[in-house]
T-cell receptor
Framework: AQKVTQAQTEISVVEKEDVTLDCVYE???????LFWYKQPPSGELVFLIR??????QNEISGRYSWNFQKSTSSFNFTITASQVVDSAVYFC??????????????FGPGTSLSVIP | NAGVMQNPRHLVRRRGQEARLRCSPM?????VYWYRQLPEEGLKFMVY????????ESGMPKERFSAEFPKEGPSILRIQQVVRGDSAAYFC??????????????FGPGTRLTVL
């Protein structure tokens, strides 16, 4: 069975601090996708990143970076020099990759990040 | 190319009324997924549809909920005789039909249902 765990329910940091959001996943499949989404107070889902299971390279995009470790089934997300606009709920998610089929996305419970000015 | 569209964005219903949520997938997308986000929770899969077919409804409550995706027009999620526990954000996602296994889902802005 697939499962995504985000152990941190809520995190508060002071502006300009770095913060890492943890994500641990479970799947029996060898091919899968991992995602991070941001949900700001306005409520929409903002896509941040998708990573397939064969690509373990870490990725950096501006102040955001992601650390994918297959050995520990983790896909952690770090925000460097956090800003107030980063305050949101962040969801880690998992989807299998099946050819000629479909994949429901399994979401973690989310981590609520508050960045205090 | 417009993204996934959902309407209404906010819907208020009284207990016992019906709620109809609409989702227009991205152009060229023939797969639609509905997810529900209860307050303070993550999104949970409800149902997956292709044109005129329900493929997987394993996440749908057994009663009062139904979904369709007709040949023409948007996908509809219908909730009959709403109760307060149905208050949630309902997200629709769509994906293209590809042969690569790369069925990335694109999410709409969600419909926030409030049951009074």
């Amino acid at each position: 069975a697939q499962k995504v765990t985000q152990a941190q329910t809520e995190i508060s940091v002071v502006e300009k601090e770095d913060v890492t959001l943890d994500c641990v996943y479970e799947t029996r499949d060898t091919t899968y996708y991992l995602f991070w989404y941001k949900q700001p107070p306005s409520g929409e889902l903002v896509f941040l990143i998708r990573r397939n299971s064969f690509d373990e390279q870490n990725e950096i995009s501006g102040r955001y970076s992601w650390n994918f470790q297959k050995s520990t089934s983790s896909f952690n997300f770090t925000i460097t020099a956090s800003q107030v606009v980063d305050s949101a709920v962040y969801f880690c998610a998992l989807s299998e990759a099946k050819i000629y089929s479909y994949d429901k996305v399994i979401f973690g419970p989310g981590t609520s990040l508050s960045v205090i000015p | 190319n417009a993204g996934v569209m959902q309407n209404p964005r906010h819907l208020v219903r009284r207990r016992g009324q019906e709620a109809r949520l609409r989702c227009s997938p991205m152009k060229g997308h023939s797969h639609v997924y509905w997810y529900r986000q209860l307050p303070e929770e993550g999104l949970k899969f409800m149902v997956y549809l292709q044109k005129e077919n329900i493929i997987d409804e394993s996440g749908m409550p057994k009663e009062r909920f139904s979904a369709e995706f007709p040949k023409e027009g948007p996908s509809i999620l219908r909730i009959q005789q709403v109760v307060r526990g149905d208050s949630a954000a309902y997200f629709c996602a769509s994906s293209p039909q590809t042969s690569s296994g790369n069925n990335e889902q694109f999410f709409g802005p969600g419909t926030r249902l409030t049951v009074l």
